[in-house]
C-alpha cells in the first residue's frame, strides 16, 4: 500500500492531481512524510473525522509536525533531519497578508515550498521569485511551475527574474519576505542587492526570515575534500557575524539569532560528524554551533 501511494504521488505533476487525493490517502502520505509510518487505527480515525468536519489540510499537516513523536523522531538521513529542522522554522514564521519568497519553487509543487513545508497561516498573495529553468544550475533545472496557482491557504504567483531584482514591488508594500537556502546562491554584491531591496519593499514592521549554512560548521565538513561549499552552486557561505553585520548594514535589526540542527560537538572538537545532523534537528538558540543560521530580520 505504502509503495503503492508513493509512486502515485510521484506521477503526479499538477495541483489538481495533488488536489485530488481523497483525505484517506492525504493522510497516509502525510504520516509517510512527517512520521515515516502508515496512520494507526485510532490516529487515521481521529484525523479523518477533523478532515470531514471542517479541519483544513494544512491544519492536520500541522497537528502531526507539533506532536512529540515528530518532534523526538529518530532520523536516518542527514537530509532528512535537516528538513525537518527547516521544516520546524517554516512552521514558526510570523503572519503575513503579502509575501515574498526569494526562490521557493518546490519541485513537482506548484504551491511552492513555503505552502509545502507547512506554513500555517493564509494569504492574500504569496510571489514566488526564482530564475528560469534556463538559468539555474543543473541540480535545479526541472524547478520551473505554472505562473499563477490557488491554494486554500492563498493565492500563489510566480516572477521568473533574479532576486536581486524587486523592482515589480513597490516601497512598504510587503509583509514578509522569506529566503529559505537561497541567500547562499547569489555573490556578496548581489546579496547587498536583496537585502538593499528586501528592506525597501518590506513595511515597517515587516519581517525577512532568512536561513543560510552556518560557515564555521560547513568549512569542516569540506575541509578535507576538493569542494569549496557544500554545494557546487553556492558563491557564498556566511559566518554568524557577517551576517549580523549585513542586516545592521542595511537598516534591519535582529533582537534574537537561531540555529537549525544542532552540531555542538563538531563545533567544539572542528572535526565534523554527520551523526550530530541525526540526534539534534530543529531550532535553536546556539546559532554558531549549527549546521544552519537562521533569522527574523526586522525592519524597524
Not at 480515525?45 to 494544512?58: D, N
Not at 497537528?63 to 529518530?74: I, K, N, P, T, Y
Not at 519541485?107 to 492574500?124: A, I, T
Not at 560557515?215 to 578535507?224: G, I, P, S
Request: negative net charge; charged residues 20%; contains cysteine.
Amino acid at each position: 500500500m505504502t509503495k503503492t501511494l508513493m509512486a502515485r504521488v510521484r506521477r503526479r505533476q499538477t495541483s489538481s492531481d495533488l488536489d485530488g487525493l481523497s483525505d484517506a490517502d492525504y493522510l497516509q502520505l502525510a504520516y509517510l512524510l512527517l512520521l515515516g509510518r502508515d496512520p494507526d487505527p485510532t490516529g487515521s480515525a481521529h484525523y479523518l473525522a477533523a478532515m470531514a468536519a471542517g479541519t483544513s489540510r494544512a491544519e492536520i499537516a500541522g497537528a502531526l509536525r507539533d506532536s512529540s513523536e515528530f518532534r523526538g523522531r529518530q532520523y536516518t538521513h542527514p537530509f532528512h533531519a535537516m528538513h525537518a529542522s527547516r521544516v520546524a522554522w517554516v512552521h514558526s514564521l510570523p503572519a503575513g497578508r503579502r509575501i515574498v519568497d526569494l526562490g521557493g519553487v518546490a519541485r513537482d509543487n506548484p504551491q511552492g515550498s513555503l505552502v509545502f513545508m507547512g506554513y500555517p497561516h493564509s494569504f492574500d498573495e504569496l510571489i514566488i521569485i526564482d530564475l528560469p529553468s534556463d538559468a539555474r544550475h543543473e541540480l535545479y533545472v526541472d524547478g520551473q511551475q505554472p505562473v499563477e496557482h490557488v491554494t486554500p491557504q492563498g493565492r500563489v504567483r510566480y516572477h521568473y527574474h533574479s532576486m536581486t531584482d524587486l523592482s515589480a514591488f513597490a516601497d512598504c508594500s510587503v509583509d514578509l519576505v522569506v529566503s529559505g537556502q537561497t541567500f547562499e546562491h547569489v555573490t556578496r554584491d548581489e546579496g547587498d542587492q536583496v537585502l538593499a531591496e528586501t528592506y525597501r519593499v518590506l513595511r515597517p514592521g515587516g519581517f525577512l526570515a532568512l536561513d543560510t549554512p552556518n560557515r564555521a560548521v560547513t568549512a569542516l565538513e569540506v575541509q578535507d575534500g576538493p569542494a569549496e561549499f557544500i554545494n557546487p552552486d553556492h558563491k557564498v557561505e556566511y559566518h554568524h557575524a557577517e551576517m549580523l553585520e549585513l542586516f545592521t548594514r542595511h537598516g534591519f535589526e535582529v533582537p534574537v539569532s537561531y540555529g537549525l540542527s544542532h552540531m555542538p560537538e563538531t563545533a567544539a572538537s572542528g572535526k565534523f560528524d554527520v551523526t550530530e545532523l541525526l540526534r539534534h534537528p530543529g531550532i535553536y538558540g546556539d546559532p554558531e554551533s549549527c549546521y544552519m543560521l537562521a533569522y527574523l530580520a526586522l525592519r524597524p
